[in-house]
C-alpha cells in the first residue's frame, strides 16, 4: 500500500487476519509448535491466524531468524499469517532481499558451518510506504518539497524482483477529514470473512490448495482462458512491461477474483481488475 499518513495504511492491515479464514487443525499445529520453539505466548485471538509487525530497525536474523543456536525469525513467525512491514523503504535493502526465496518457496533455511536449519515461513506480506520520504508527493496543498533525487533514491530501495512478488500494488489516498463518519453501507467484517472462507472453500475442493499456492501445471489446469482472452491478457502484459512471474500471479489474483463471485470461467473483467492491482508503487 501507498498513500501519505494518516490514511489508514496500517489500521487495514491491522485487520486482514479478521478476514483471513481460522487456522484449520493442521495449520494451528504448525503455528503452536513455531510459538512453543520460539518460546512465545498463545495467539491471543486462536485460532485466528498470525500478524506480526516488525519495526524497520529490525535486523536481518530478527526478520529472517538466525542467532548460533538457530531461531525462528518474524516470517517463520507469521507462517501462515500475515507479515505487516510498515515504512517498507525503511528497511535496510540486504535484509529485504532476504524475504524472496520465502516468498517463493513458503520456508527459509539458515545455513550454519555444520549444519542447515529449515524453518516454515508460508506468509502473506503485507507492505506500506509513503509515496515520498515526507510523505506529501501529490497532495493538494503541494506542501511537498522532496527533490527528483530524493524521492528516486527513497523508492530505489526497493528492488525490482521484491516488487514483482507483490501481488497488489494499492494506493491509499487521503480522504476529507470528518470527526463524525455515517456508517457505511459496505459489507462487515463478519461477512467479508463468511465471503473469503467461502472462495477459499471453493478453491481447496477444485484444486486442493488455494490459489496462491498454485504450481504451472494447475495455474494452467484451473486457470484456462478463452483464446481472446488470453490474446488480450499477453498484450497488456507486454505493454506494462511484467515479467512471467508477474503474470501469472496476475492469472491467480484473475482466479480468486472469479472465486469471490462464485463463478468458474476467468473473464475479461477479472483479468483488466487484476491488472489495475499491478499498478506500479513507484509510478
Known sequence: ????????????????PGLLPPLDEQEALEVAAIHSVASHTPLDAWPQRPFRN??????????????????????????????????????????????????????????????????PARFQLVAAM???PCGFLGDPSGRCRCSTEQIQRYRGKLSGPLLDRIDLHVTVAREATALHVLPSEGADTATGAALVARARQRQVQRQGVANAFLDLP????????????????????????????????VLKVARTLADLEEVEQIARSHLAEALQYRGHPQS
Open 1 to 16: 500500500m501507498t498513500g501519505p499518513p494518516g490514511t489508514g495504511k496500517t489500521l487495514l492491515a491491522s485487520r486482514l
Open 54 to 119: 516488525p519495526h524497520h530497525s529490525a535486523s536481518g536474523p530478527a526478520l529472517v531468524g538466525g542467532g548460533s543456536r538457530p531461531q525462528p525469525g518474524e516470517i517463520t513467525l507469521a507462517h501462515q499469517g500475515v507479515l505487516f512491514l510498515d515504512e517498507l523503504p525503511e528497511f535496510d535493502r540486504k535484509v529485504l532481499e532476504v524475504l524472496r526465496e520465502p516468498l517463493e518457496s513458503g520456508q527459509i533455511v539458515i545455513a550454519r558451518a555444520r549444519d542447515k536449519v529449515r524453518f
Open 130 to 132: 509513503n509515496p515520498c
Open 218 to 249: 494447475g495455474l494452467r489446469q484451473h486457470c484456462g482462458l478463452h483464446a481472446a482472452d488470453q490474446d488480450w491478457l499477453e498484450s497488456a502484459c507486454e505493454r506494462l512491461g511484467l515479467s512471467l512471474r508477474a503474470a501469472h500471479r
